[in-house]
């Protein structure tokens, strides 16, 4: 018998088939000999330690194994020769691949197996003049205006509320009051010392102003169209009349804006110390957003300007991720599930449109990295998981789930990512 070694050629015939400019399917058939390697490799490595009623521990027979363990030799023999066959394929082909295969049609009857590999190609990128790109990083700058409205946002949560009893209710209010809501005539909801405050409300267009007018202890009926997004879809564009009964009147007090009011809100002892660390929150917060923007306008241009074809299978796998996380930032957002995966449908094609947009990014990326020699090393990478270990509400947890190789390399790429980034506004800076 020919004895094989993992470096032995398994495939016998591999034919190839263009499916689109970035995708092709390969037809393999694998080599009898292979197959039965691997086979009676299997069944000598279970030997010793294979059960089977009748006879004693490591004493079966190899015709017996062969019975009893015959799914499980099938299973050993497509998973190691699948394995094999890719990396050879590979470098049979001479293509470079942005994703493991995906494996279809396996046909395995006694010693021949065949099938087929859907592969994505990794385009051919003709990247524009990426260094020194003329991009202009946007200016920003802080109003004093916006300092005080702030301010005013603070001593609105400091406000108190004043109970007035002799004049009617004005706008700006905050009132108390029993309603009995009806939906087109039938009774639908009833509730107590209910707080409303008197401003125009989208949801409920015009019953703050009808409200307007009331004096304590009386009742009155409030009529309103309900509009097309109200939140319960039920009552959404029906008429909703609220027999209104006040209870209370509260006018709102704002504190006046002055020292001994910035040291009872806050760690500063005067106004001004206050209006300036705001005005430092303000220009941090704007100089990370212009950041932000500053590297979309990176993106923009680099994909504007870098044309290639993407597989459609890459793009619809980043489309699968980016439905998944929207759906669970509306969930924990507080929406139920079935709302959440409405909203996220609602938006399929702006999530499309992202994803081929972060897949092109990745791609430019990797081919920036690569004619750059930009790599992470080892030692970059364990300070990046010591920072994420260091920072995390759960060390242990987070420490445990960074040893994952797959993990890892995310993280890895993610580094690469930053990095490459950091070059292209090195360049531009410079300009």
């Given at each position: 018998?020919?004895?094989?070694?993992?470096?032995?050629?398994?495939?016998?015939?591999?034919?190839?088939?263009?499916?689109?400019?970035?995708?092709?399917?390969?037809?393999?058939?694998?080599?009898?000999?292979?197959?039965?390697?691997?086979?009676?490799?299997?069944?000598?490595?279970?030997?010793?330690?294979?059960?089977?009623?009748?006879?004693?521990?490591?004493?079966?027979?190899?015709?017996?194994?062969?019975?009893?363990?015959?799914?499980?030799?099938?299973?050993?023999?497509?998973?190691?020769?699948?394995?094999?066959?890719?990396?050879?394929?590979?470098?049979?082909e001479k293509e470079e691949i942005i994703h493991y295969p995906t494996v279809r049609d396996i046909q395995f009857e006694g010693d021949q197996l065949s099938f087929k590999l859907h592969i994505e190609l990794r385009p051919k990128i003709k990247l524009p003049r990426y260094q020194g790109l003329k991009i202009k990083r946007p200016e920003f700058t802080v109003t004093e205006e916006e300092v005080t409205q702030i301010?005013?946002?603070?001593?609105?949560?400091?406000?108190?509320?004043?109970?007035?009893?002799?004049?009617?209710?004005?706008?700006?209010?905050?009132?108390?009051?029993?309603?009995?809501?009806?939906?087109?005539?039938?009774?639908?909801?009833?509730?107590?010392?209910?707080?409303?405050?008197?401003?125009?409300?989208?949801?409920?267009?015009?019953?703050?102003?009808?409200?307007?007018?009331?004096?304590i202890g009386e009742t009155r009926t409030i009529t309103i169209d309900l509009p097309e997004s109200f939140p319960r879809s039920e009552w959404a564009k029906k008429q909703a009349a609220f027999k209104f009964i006040?209870?209370?009147?509260?006018?709102?007090?704002?504190?006046?804006?002055?020292?001994?009011?910035?040291?009872?809100?806050?760690?500063?002892?005067?106004?001004?110390?206050?209006?300036?660390?705001?005005?430092?929150?303000?220009?941090n917060m704007k100089e990370r957003e212009n950041e932000t923007a500053f590297e979309h306008s990176i993106l923009d241009e680099l994909i504007k300007q870098s044309k290639f074809d993407v597989p459609d299978s890459t793009v619809l796998r980043r489309v699968h991720y980016l439905t998944e996380q929207n759906v669970e930032h509306l969930v924990s957002g507080g929406h139920p599930q079935d709302k959440a995966e409405a909203l996220t449908k609602e938006k399929a094609e702006e999530l499309k449109k992202e994803a081929e947009r972060q897949v092109r990014v990745a791609l430019i990326f990797d081919e920036i990295a690569k004619l750059e020699s930009i790599t992470i090393s080892d030692e970059a990478l364990h300070k990046r998981i010591e920072e994420l270990v260091s920072s995390s509400r759960n060390p242990e947890e987070t420490a445990s789930r960074l040893k994952d190789e797959n993990r890892q390399d995310a993280l890895r790429d993610q580094l690469r990512y930053e990095k490459v980034f950091d070059f292209l506004k090195s360049g531009i800076a410079k300009n």
């Open positions: 018998m020919v004895t094989m070694t993992d470096e032995s050629p398994v495939i016998e015939k591999l034919k190839s088939k263009s499916i689109s400019k970035c995708e092709k399917e390969w037809d393999i058939t694998i080599v009898a000999r292979a197959i039965t390697e691997v086979r009676e490799h299997y069944f000598k490595s279970i030997a010793p330690k294979a059960q089977v009623d009748g006879f004693r521990k490591g004493k079966v027979p190899i015709a017996i194994l062969e019975q009893h363990f015959k799914d499980e030799a099938r299973s050993e023999v497509v998973h190691r020769l699948l394995s094999r066959s890719v990396r050879e394929a590979m470098e049979m301010i005013d946002r603070m001593r609105e949560r400091s406000a108190t509320f004043a109970v007035v009893s002799e004049r009617a209710t004005q706008m700006d209010d905050f009132v108390v009051a029993d309603y009995v809501l009806s939906i087109e005539g039938k009774e639908c909801e009833k509730k107590s010392d209910e707080i409303f405050e008197l401003k125009d409300e989208p949801m409920l267009p015009g019953f703050a102003k009808q409200v307007a007018g009331m004096k006040l209870k209370d009147i509260k006018e709102k007090k704002l504190p006046e804006a002055d020292d001994d009011w910035a040291a009872s809100v806050s760690s500063y002892k005067t106004l001004a110390e206050i209006r300036e660390h705001i005005r430092k929150d303000l220009h």
